[in-house]
C-alpha cells in the first residue's frame, strides 16, 4: 500500500466511466474519437511521498497499454502497472480461456482480449479474501478458481469454478463467515477485510436480447447466516445480467456524499436501482444434475431502447455470477459449487 496508483486525474467529460484502478491495472473507457491516444498524458495521484516513471504528466502513447512503475517513498516497495485508455465495449462472449495469477497471494483473476487489448473487466472477491487466506495459499483456497476437468468444459481447456468458502476465525470475528465464490463485470475496491466495496457494470454499445451459458450447481450441506447460525434452508446460486442507463445513474448521483457521479451498481441496488433498463435472469438457481446444463433467457426490457441511444454508450451492463445467492449478506453454505463456461450475449 506504500506505491499505489490511488487516483487518475482525467476529465469526465472524455470519459464513459470512472476509472478501473487495481493491484495490477488502470483501466480508462474514453469517449470514441475525443482524445489522441498516441499522444496524451495522464496525471496519477499516488500514495504520500511515492514517485512514478514515467513521471506523472508525461505524454504517451495510449494505442497499446502503457507501463508504470511505482516506487514508495523509502525505496524498499515498487508496483508495476499496465494503463490502458479504451474505446471499445463490453464484449459479448466469454470462455473463461484467459485469467492469471497473484504473482504473491496465487488468487486467480480473469482478463479478455478485445482487439488485442488485454481488459481487466472480471472481478471477484479474491483479493479481499486474500486477507484470510493464511501465509501460503494456493489458488484451490480462493472462491473463484478455473477448472480444467473435462466434465465441466464446454470448448476450449478451461471454465469457471466458484466455491463458498469459511473464512475463518477473522472473518466469523466481524460477521463475514463465509466467502462466495463470484466473479462479475466491473471491479472491487478492497481496503481490508471489513471494507470492500464492489463495483458492478462497464460499458457496453449493443442493445441485448438474451443470455445463454452452460453451468452446473451443487449447493453445500449446511447453511449459515453472518452470526454463523443455521439457516433451515438450501443454498442457490445466482446467475444472471444487467443492462443500466450510466448516463441517468451519474446525474441522480452527482451530489452523493459518499460516491458522487458514480458509473456503476452496487451490491444495494444492483437489482433494484430505478436506472436499471433489462434484465436477464436464470429462474432455476437451485441444484442441477450432474453435468453441464444449457441456460438461455431473455431480456426482460423495464423500458425500450434505442440502437443510436446503445451505439453513444449511454448504457453499462453487468454480468453477476456467484455461488450463493446471498452471499453479499454473507449467507451460504460453505462447499456450495457453481461452474460456469461458455456465455454470450446474443444482440439485436
Not at 32 to 54: H, R, S
Request: a negative charge; glycine letters at 6%; aromatic letters at 12%.
Amino acid at each position: 500500500m506504500e506505491a499505489d496508483i490511488t487516483a487518475v486525474q482525467i476529465a469526465d467529460s472524455v470519459i464513459n466511466a470512472k476509472p478501473i484502478i487495481n493491484n495490477r491495472n488502470v483501466v480508462i473507457y474514453i469517449k470514441p474519437g475525443e482524445l489522441d491516444l498516441k499522444d496524451y498524458a495522464l496525471n496519477f495521484d499516488l500514495t504520500p511521498g511515492a514517485t512514478i516513471v514515467p513521471a506523472s504528466g508525461s505524454k504517451q502513447d495510449f494505442t497499446k497499454p502503457v507501463f508504470y512503475e511505482v516506487t514508495s517513498e523509502d525505496g524498499q516497495f515498487s508496483k508495476r502497472y499496465a494503463v490502458s485508455l479504451l474505446e471499445s465495449s463490453v464484449p459479448t462472449a466469454f470462455d473463461f480461456e484467459l485469467f492469471g495469477q497473484d504473482e504473491k497471494k496465487n488468487w486467480v483473476y480473469f482478463y479478455e482480449n478485445v482487439e488485442g487489448i488485454p481488459q481487466s473487466l472480471w472481478a471477484s472477491g479474491n483479493s479481499g479474501f486474500a486477507f484470510t487466506a493464511g501465509n501460503n495459499p494456493t489458488m484451490q483456497s480462493y472462491p473463484t478458481q478455473v477448472t480444467e476437468e473435462e466434465e465441466y468444459v464446454v470448448n476450449g481447456k478451461h471454465a469457471l469454478y466458484l466455491e463458498t468458502k469459511s473464512t475463518g476465525f477473522l472473518g466469523g470475528m466481524v460477521k463475514k463467515p463465509i466467502a462466495a465464490g463470484n466473479l462479475f463485470i466491473g471491479s472491487v475496491f478492497t481496503k481490508s477485510i471489513i471494507d470492500i466495496q464492489t463495483r458492478f457494470g462497464l460499458p457496453f454499445n449493443h442493445v441485448p436480447d438474451s443470455f445463454e451459458g452452460y453451468y452446473q450447481y451443487t449447493p453445500g450441506k449446511k447453511v449459515i447466516d453472518k452470526n454463523g447460525k443455521e439457516v433451515l434452508t438450501t443454498d442457490e446460486c445466482d446467475i444472471y445480467a444487467v443492462l443500466f442507463d450510466r448516463v441517468a445513474l451519474m446525474k441522480a448521483t452527482e451530489n452523493d456524499a459518499v460516491d458522487p457521479a458514480r458509473t456503476w451498481l452496487n451490491d444495494q441496488d444492483v437489482l433494484t436501482s430505478p436506472h436499471i433498463v433489462a434484465i436477464a435472469k436464470i429462474e432455476n438457481s437451485a441444484a442441477t444434475p450432474n453435468a453441464m446444463q444449457k441456460f438461455h433467457v431473455p431480456f426482460e426490457f423495464k423500458r425500450q431502447i434505442s440502437k443510436a441511444e446503445a451505439e453513444s454508450f449511454q448504457y453499462s451492463i453487468a454480468i453477476v455470477l456467484s455461488s450463493s445467492k446471498y452471499g453479499a449478506i454473507f449467507q451460504g453454505a460453505v462447499g456450495s459449487k457453481l461452474i460456469v463456461d461458455n456465455l454470450k450475449i446474443n444482440v439485436k
